[in-house]
């Protein structure tokens, strides 16, 4: 389905054309007056300069050729602005069609199109932090809304699981039970299918050997050598590490599982690893790589640079392999297997320079088509009421399950306040404590540092996630008083409250194209935020259930139940939904 604001773009670029005018310059917004006018265009102002004569002469000539059939009335006001109305008629068709046809006729964009979003990022048997629950967050969103638009997408986790983190895990299990058979290099026989270590051991761990070698070199120099000889191939700390993936990822996926976060692949920077020997050798032999200090580089700057861009390492001095490689060498990975149009990355934005060598070395040596596009969507900071990146209580380490703990137990107590049914308490509570936290993030603009304020964030008014959810519970519950309402169509305006959430419905389509188009989930809340204030707004002005005429009411339950299912399908869109009472 067209989009309102293009069928009215459409007919002011007709008339511009028809009176004379360049086409173009008859753009329709969404005025910036709502006081004087629901749309609005501002070409003849531009005209003007172009076509030397007063704008107001040219709005009045443009008017003249005005197929004015959709609107209620079109005011020309001094200078030369041209104020748009809707006329009943076609606001109420365009609704009703809206509500009739799948996800309200949004335009699939994406139709015929592959994206792979990576996000998430979490690195194995390394606590997560704050980081990663933005990325899991935003990206999740950012899947959804292509896959909403028609996208073929693909989300891959890819997990951190190839590092030095490995490396120190082998040493510091070595140092404490040597005996085992990983560590014997004459050892032939088949493994232990049970792991040497817990989940709260690898957590205890980790934080133990990364500690440990920043003050002993000697064992630094052992965990740079374990993770150099897993990664070549080691049968017993290879053994090692299937362990920690199995404890690990079991571990993550509930993690994410609470966020309700989905990831369709489970690949991490290790299944890159097979790539790297070809894709070397191909770089080298495409002369795209030079020798520097021993390493192999690909140099990305380019003339216009106004900062410097280092070269991208492709390999290390002593041949191995960093970050930059294995993110090349997914990039071959994903290209071979889902041939994608675009790969979108979400991570911190302090990993832009990052992204931006890799990019480019992946253009120059032709790793991707030239028309995929490569994208960083980098995120800010989540700070604590400090200003300070956020920690929790205890001033540790965040740990997601605690903070969600916290945010619940903020939220616990006002359910139960509001004396839901005791089966429901804890199912309710998950609901609204995600929204609150969802929410909370993804109305910054991703690339904004923000301040996490668990009691703002879950307060049930204001511009909150818990509040959009009450919005929709309120909905649900005068729909449930009224019975069937399915089949009811959409019907002309009622009064001035009624027209205004008309307006806000009829833009839906067009804040999910922009907020694509933007990488912007943070367009989504301030249009569910709109949303649900006109919801509410119709909701206290006008009396529903109680309307005594009941062709009336047909039309204002028609227009709450539309509100509600372009409110719920945002929502999910962010990445939560709504329970059934609050
Ligand atoms: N594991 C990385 C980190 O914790 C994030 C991975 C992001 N994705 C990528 N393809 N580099 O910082």
Redesign the pocket.
């Known amino acids: 389905m067209k989009k309102i604001i293009d069928i009215l773009t459409d007919k002011m670029q007709q008339a511009f054309a028809d009176a004379g005018y360049d086409a173009r310059l008859g753009v329709v917004t969404v005025s910036d007056r709502p006081d004087l006018c629901e749309y609005q265009c501002n070409g003849a102002l531009a005209a003007a300069k172009q076509y030397k004569c007063a704008p107001i002469v040219i709005a009045k000539a443009v008017l003249e050729k005005l197929d004015a059939s959709v609107f209620s009335s079109v005011d020309i006001v001094m200078p030369g602005f041209i104020n748009l109305k809707l006329s009943d008629g076609f606001l109420t068709e365009y609704l009703e069609k809206m509500r009739t046809t799948p996800d309200f006729g949004v335009e699939k964009t994406g139709d015929g199109k592959t994206v792979v979003v990576?996000?998430?990022?979490?690195?194995v048997a390394?606590p997560l932090?704050i980081?990663?629950l933005r990325?899991a967050i935003i990206g999740e969103s950012l899947k959804r809304l292509y896959r909403f638009l028609g996208y073929n997408a693909i989300g891959d986790v890819?997990?951190?699981d190839w590092?030095l983190q490995m490396g120190l895990i082998i040493t510091a299990l070595k140092e404490r039970q040597p005996e085992l058979c990983y560590f014997d290099p004459d050892y032939t026989g088949e493994y232990p299918a049970d792991p040497p270590f817990t989940l709260s051991d690898l957590e205890e761990i980790y934080p133990y050997a990364s500690g440990k070698a920043k003050q002993d070199d000697d064992f630094a120099a052992q965990a740079h050598a374990a993770t150099f000889e897993l990664q070549k191939g080691r049968r017993g700390y290879r053994a090692i590490w299937e362990h920690i993936m199995r404890v690990s990822v079991t571990d993550l996926k509930k993690n994410y599982d609470d966020l309700d976060v989905h990831f369709e692949q489970w690949l991490g920077?290790s299944d890159a690893d097979k790539y790297i020997p070809d894709m070397v050798e191909e770089i080298k032999a495409k002369g795209m790589a030079v020798l520097s200090d021993g390493a192999w580089v690909i140099p990305v700057a380019e003339e216009t640079d106004k900062k410097e861009i280092p070269p991208c390492i492709l390999l290390k001095s002593d041949g191995s392999a960093i970050?930059a490689t294995?993110?090349l060498a997914?990039i071959v990975q994903r290209m071979r297997d889902w041939n994608p149009d675009k790969i979108l990355?979400?991570?911190?934005k302090r990993?832009s320079l990052?992204?931006e060598q890799?990019f480019r070395a992946a253009r120059k040596c032709a790793l991707v088509r030239p028309d995929t596009a490569l994208e960083h969507v980098g995120f800010g900071t989540m700070n604590g009421e400090d200003g300070k990146p956020f920690k929790t209580r205890e001033g540790g380490v965040m740990r997601l399950a605690h903070l969600i703990a916290e945010i619940k137990d903020v939220v616990r107590g006002k359910v139960i306040e509001n004396q839901i049914a005791e089966d429901k308490v804890e199912s309710t509570t998950a609901k609204i404590a995600l929204a609150a936290l969802k929410y909370g993030d993804l109305s910054n603009s991703p690339a904004k540092d923000y301040i996490f304020d668990i009691d703002r964030f879950s307060a049930f008014e204001g511009n909150t996630g818990p509040y959009i959810l009450y919005t929709i519970v309120r909905i649900k519950s005068i729909l449930r008083k009224y019975g069937a309402y399915e089949h009811l169509p959409i019907q002309n305006a009622a009064n001035d409250y009624a027209r205004d959430l008309m307006l806000s419905i009829g833009r839906f389509s067009s804040c999910a194209e922009f907020a694509l188009t933007s990488s912007a989930p943070n367009l989504i809340c301030a249009y569910v935020y709109e949303l649900a204030g006109a919801a509410n707004k119709f909701y206290h002005e006008t009396k529903i259930l109680s309307e005594p005429d009941s062709a009336l009411k047909e039309g204002y339950i028609a227009l709450i139940a539309l509100a509600k299912r372009v409110l719920e399908t945002s929502i999910s869109l962010l990445g939560f939904d709504a329970p059934e009472e609050m």
């Not at 990355?345 to 911190?348: C, M, Q």
Request: avoid cysteine; charged fraction near 20%.
């Open positions: 990576d996000y998430g990022g979490a690195n390394k932090h980081g990663h990325a890819h997990l951190g590092g920077e970050y294995t993110d997914t990355y979400v991570t911190d990993q990052h992204f890799v």
